[in-house]
Protein backbone atom coordinates (compact mmCIF):
# COMPACT_ATOMS: atom_id res chain seq x y z
CA UNK A 1 0.00 0.00 0.00
CA UNK A 2 1.38 3.53 -0.70
CA UNK A 3 1.91 5.85 2.04
CA UNK A 4 0.55 9.70 1.63
CA UNK A 5 2.38 11.51 -1.55
CA UNK A 6 3.52 15.16 -1.28
CA UNK A 7 4.88 17.03 -3.50
CA UNK A 8 7.09 19.17 -4.24
CA UNK A 9 9.34 18.35 -1.19
CA UNK A 10 11.27 21.16 -1.46
CA UNK A 11 10.26 25.00 -2.70
CA UNK A 12 12.14 28.06 -2.13
CA UNK A 13 10.46 31.13 -3.20
CA UNK A 14 10.78 34.93 -2.28
CA UNK A 15 8.47 36.95 0.17
CA UNK A 16 5.47 37.86 -1.30
CA UNK A 17 5.65 35.32 -3.93
CA UNK A 18 2.26 32.25 -3.91
CA UNK A 19 3.29 29.02 -3.40
CA UNK A 20 1.18 25.74 -3.71
CA UNK A 21 1.44 22.29 -2.14
CA UNK A 22 -0.31 19.04 -3.00
CA UNK A 23 -1.35 15.60 -0.95
CA UNK A 24 -2.23 12.34 -1.79
CA UNK A 25 -4.06 10.34 0.99
CA UNK A 26 -3.77 7.13 1.37
CA UNK A 27 -6.36 5.29 -0.73
CA UNK A 28 -9.35 4.85 1.02
CA UNK A 29 -8.03 7.41 3.48
CA UNK A 30 -11.34 9.61 4.38
CA UNK A 31 -10.06 12.34 6.56
CA UNK A 32 -7.14 14.52 5.96
CA UNK A 33 -5.04 16.93 7.97
CA UNK A 34 -2.47 19.62 7.15
CA UNK A 35 0.17 20.28 10.07
CA UNK A 36 2.81 22.84 10.20
CA UNK A 37 6.23 21.94 11.60
CA UNK A 38 8.68 24.32 12.50
CA UNK A 39 12.23 23.93 12.99
CA UNK A 40 12.52 21.57 16.86
CA UNK A 41 9.15 22.09 17.32
CA UNK A 42 6.55 19.03 17.35
CA UNK A 43 3.67 19.56 14.15
CA UNK A 44 0.55 21.95 14.77
CA UNK A 45 -2.28 21.57 13.02
CA UNK A 46 -3.63 23.88 10.25
CA UNK A 47 -7.05 22.14 8.42
CA UNK A 48 -8.76 19.08 9.16
CA UNK A 49 -11.11 17.09 6.25
CA UNK A 50 -13.83 14.52 6.48
CA UNK A 51 -14.23 14.01 2.74
CA UNK A 52 -14.26 17.31 0.96
CA UNK A 53 -15.66 19.39 4.13
CA UNK A 54 -13.18 21.38 5.54
CA UNK A 55 -14.52 20.71 9.91
CA UNK A 56 -11.78 22.18 12.06
CA UNK A 57 -9.94 25.00 10.25
CA UNK A 58 -9.47 27.21 13.61
CA UNK A 59 -5.93 27.31 13.77
CA UNK A 60 -5.75 28.19 9.66
CA UNK A 61 -4.70 31.74 9.29
CA UNK A 62 -7.06 32.84 6.56
CA UNK A 63 -5.60 36.07 5.19
CA UNK A 64 -2.92 34.30 3.52
CA UNK A 65 -3.54 30.19 3.76
CA UNK A 66 -6.22 28.87 1.79
CA UNK A 67 -6.57 24.99 1.58
CA UNK A 68 -9.32 22.84 -0.98
CA UNK A 69 -10.29 19.01 -1.12
CA UNK A 70 -12.69 19.66 -4.42
CA UNK A 71 -13.37 15.54 -4.86
CA UNK A 72 -12.71 14.15 -1.44
CA UNK A 73 -9.19 12.96 -2.08
CA UNK A 74 -6.52 15.16 -3.13
CA UNK A 75 -5.66 18.42 -1.02
CA UNK A 76 -4.11 21.10 -1.84
CA UNK A 77 -2.67 24.21 0.40
CA UNK A 78 -1.95 27.50 -0.83
CA UNK A 79 0.06 30.69 0.51
CA UNK A 80 -0.64 34.01 -1.00
CA UNK A 81 1.50 36.14 0.00
CA UNK A 82 4.28 34.21 1.82
CA UNK A 83 5.86 35.86 4.34
CA UNK A 84 9.31 34.98 5.57
CA UNK A 85 7.87 33.29 8.52
CA UNK A 86 6.27 30.83 6.52
CA UNK A 87 9.52 28.81 6.19
CA UNK A 88 8.78 25.51 7.60
CA UNK A 89 7.67 22.05 6.89
CA UNK A 90 4.23 21.53 5.84
CA UNK A 91 3.13 17.82 6.62
CA UNK A 92 -0.37 16.22 5.04
CA UNK A 93 -1.32 13.06 6.93
CA UNK A 94 -4.20 10.88 6.54
CA UNK A 95 -6.45 8.67 8.53
CA UNK A 96 -8.97 5.83 8.12
CA UNK A 97 -12.50 5.68 8.77
CA UNK A 98 -13.40 5.29 12.76
CA UNK A 99 -9.82 5.04 13.66
CA UNK A 100 -7.39 7.24 15.86
CA UNK A 101 -4.46 6.66 13.55
CA UNK A 102 -2.69 8.78 10.71
CA UNK A 103 -0.32 8.18 8.80
CA UNK A 104 1.98 10.96 7.76
CA UNK A 105 3.80 12.27 4.59
CA UNK A 106 7.04 13.41 4.21
CA UNK A 107 6.44 17.13 3.74
CA UNK A 108 6.91 19.73 2.05
CA UNK A 109 10.55 22.33 3.31
CA UNK A 110 9.50 25.38 2.30
CA UNK A 111 12.07 28.31 2.12
CA UNK A 112 10.98 32.14 2.04
CA UNK A 113 14.01 34.26 0.86
CA UNK B 1 -8.19 23.67 23.85
CA UNK B 2 -5.46 21.35 24.50
CA UNK B 3 -1.61 22.05 25.63
CA UNK B 4 1.03 19.22 25.88
CA UNK B 5 4.00 19.44 26.99
CA UNK B 6 7.15 17.12 27.25
CA UNK B 7 9.99 16.37 29.03
CA UNK B 8 13.11 16.16 28.74
CA UNK B 9 14.04 17.97 25.27
CA UNK B 10 17.18 15.80 25.02
CA UNK B 11 18.10 12.71 26.58
CA UNK B 12 21.24 10.80 26.17
CA UNK B 13 21.51 7.35 27.16
CA UNK B 14 23.74 4.27 26.77
CA UNK B 15 23.57 1.51 24.55
CA UNK B 16 21.39 -0.93 26.45
CA UNK B 17 19.86 1.35 28.94
CA UNK B 18 16.06 2.49 29.58
CA UNK B 19 15.13 5.54 28.00
CA UNK B 20 11.70 7.13 29.77
CA UNK B 21 9.97 10.35 27.79
CA UNK B 22 7.40 12.18 29.74
CA UNK B 23 4.15 14.22 29.26
CA UNK B 24 1.55 15.91 30.45
CA UNK B 25 -2.16 17.40 28.91
CA UNK B 26 -4.39 19.52 30.28
CA UNK B 27 -8.09 18.78 28.60
CA UNK B 28 -9.20 15.97 30.04
CA UNK B 29 -11.32 15.04 27.29
CA UNK B 30 -8.16 14.06 25.36
CA UNK B 31 -8.63 10.18 24.97
CA UNK B 32 -6.04 8.95 22.32
CA UNK B 33 -2.56 9.73 23.36
CA UNK B 34 0.05 8.29 20.48
CA UNK B 35 3.61 8.45 19.99
CA UNK B 36 5.90 9.35 16.68
CA UNK B 37 9.64 9.29 15.84
CA UNK B 38 10.93 11.60 13.53
CA UNK B 39 14.32 11.26 11.95
CA UNK B 40 15.90 13.60 10.43
CA UNK B 41 14.23 14.87 7.43
CA UNK B 42 11.65 12.02 7.48
CA UNK B 43 8.08 12.06 8.15
CA UNK B 44 6.70 11.08 11.60
CA UNK B 45 6.15 7.58 11.93
CA UNK B 46 3.74 6.05 14.53
CA UNK B 47 5.32 3.78 17.05
CA UNK B 48 2.77 3.13 19.66
CA UNK B 49 -0.14 4.56 20.73
CA UNK B 50 -2.90 4.25 23.83
CA UNK B 51 -6.35 5.08 24.36
CA UNK B 52 -7.84 6.26 27.85
CA UNK B 53 -9.37 2.77 28.65
CA UNK B 54 -5.85 1.23 29.10
CA UNK B 55 -3.78 2.33 31.65
CA UNK B 56 -0.69 0.69 30.01
CA UNK B 57 0.53 -0.83 26.69
CA UNK B 58 3.82 -2.63 25.41
CA UNK B 59 5.29 -3.76 22.04
CA UNK B 60 8.46 -5.48 22.04
CA UNK B 61 10.86 -3.06 23.74
CA UNK B 62 8.42 -0.17 23.86
CA UNK B 63 5.66 0.62 26.32
CA UNK B 64 3.57 3.39 26.95
CA UNK B 65 1.86 4.52 30.34
CA UNK B 66 -1.54 6.32 31.27
CA UNK B 67 -2.47 7.85 33.95
CA UNK B 68 -5.79 9.45 33.41
CA UNK B 69 -5.98 10.83 37.13
CA UNK B 70 -2.29 13.08 36.81
CA UNK B 71 -2.88 13.60 32.63
CA UNK B 72 0.27 12.33 31.95
CA UNK B 73 1.61 9.02 30.26
CA UNK B 74 5.23 8.02 29.10
CA UNK B 75 7.15 6.47 26.71
CA UNK B 76 9.65 3.71 27.89
CA UNK B 77 12.50 2.03 25.75
CA UNK B 78 14.92 -0.55 27.29
CA UNK B 79 17.29 -1.98 25.85
CA UNK B 80 18.22 0.78 23.61
CA UNK B 81 19.76 0.40 20.70
CA UNK B 82 21.72 2.83 17.90
CA UNK B 83 18.78 2.59 15.69
CA UNK B 84 16.65 4.07 18.42
CA UNK B 85 18.06 7.55 18.04
CA UNK B 86 15.66 10.08 16.70
CA UNK B 87 13.25 12.96 17.67
CA UNK B 88 10.23 11.38 19.52
CA UNK B 89 6.98 13.24 19.96
CA UNK B 90 4.03 12.25 22.07
CA UNK B 91 0.46 13.66 21.17
CA UNK B 92 -3.03 13.72 22.68
CA UNK B 93 -6.34 14.14 21.11
CA UNK B 94 -10.17 13.84 21.40
CA UNK B 95 -11.89 10.94 19.12
CA UNK B 96 -15.06 10.27 19.36
CA UNK B 97 -14.96 7.51 16.56
CA UNK B 98 -13.33 9.61 13.85
CA UNK B 99 -9.58 11.59 14.48
CA UNK B 100 -9.61 14.88 16.33
CA UNK B 101 -6.57 16.78 14.89
CA UNK B 102 -3.27 15.79 17.33
CA UNK B 103 -1.63 18.42 19.37
CA UNK B 104 2.25 17.62 19.84
CA UNK B 105 4.69 18.33 22.33
CA UNK B 106 7.80 20.10 21.61
CA UNK B 107 9.64 16.33 20.68
CA UNK B 108 12.90 15.03 23.00
CA UNK B 109 16.06 14.16 21.12
CA UNK B 110 17.15 11.13 22.04
CA UNK B 111 20.86 10.24 21.81
CA UNK B 112 22.13 7.00 21.97
CA UNK B 113 25.70 6.65 22.86
CA UNK B 114 27.50 3.75 22.01
Known sequence: EAGVVQSPRYKIIEKKQPVAFWCNPISGHNTLYWYLQNLGQGPELLIRYENEEAVD???LPK???????????D???????AEL???AVYLCASSPDNTDTQYFGPGTRLTVL | GENVEQHPSTLS???GDSAVIKCTYSDSASNYFPWYKQELGKRPQLIIDIRSNVGEKKDQRIAVT?????????LHITET??????????????SGGGADGLTFGKGTHLIIQP
Open chain 1, 57 to 59: DSQ
Open chain 2, 13 to 15: VQE
Open chain 1, 85 to 87: GDS
Open chain 2, 81 to 94: QPEDSAVYFCAASY
Open chain 2, 66 to 74: LNKTAKHFS
Open chain 1, 75 to 81: STLKIQP
Open chain 1, 63 to 73: DRFSAERLKGV
